[in-house]
């Protein structure tokens, strides 16, 4: 039994990079943002195994897992920013976030 082709895993990955690119776009919540930013790491991470599935290496999957350990340390820096502009009572907006303050 066959399963499914790479055109499918690339619809699916082209569906939520899409996703994970308008999040990013439209929202002006850092915390959003970041989930879209995951949504958008996933969609690369599934095209990259598709080809390697399809291309019959482990080249891909590796690569992947190197993403998803960017993507890890992605999210813990960014939650602390977030953290630290909570606790300072600072507007959590993205276009307010844009300067760097002193």
């Not at 619809?11 to 999040?23: I, K, Y």
């Not at 690569?63 to 300072?88: D, I, N, P, Q, W």
């Amino acid at each position: 039994m066959l399963g499914p082709t790479v055109v499918w895993y690339l619809v699916v990955a082209a569906v939520l990079f899409g996703t994970g690119a308008l999040g990013v776009l439209i929202r002006r919540n850092p915390l959003i943002v970041l989930l879209s930013l995951e949504i958008m790491l996933n969609g690369a991470n599934l095209a990259l195994i598709a080809f390697a599935r399809s291309a019959g290496n482990g080249a891909g999957q590796i690569f992947a897992l190197a993403v998803m350990a960017v993507a890890a340390s992605e999210v813990c820096v960014g939650l602390g920013l977030v953290v630290a502009l909570h606790r300072k009572r600072l507007a959590l907006d993205v276009d307010h976030l844009s300067e760097l303050r002193g």
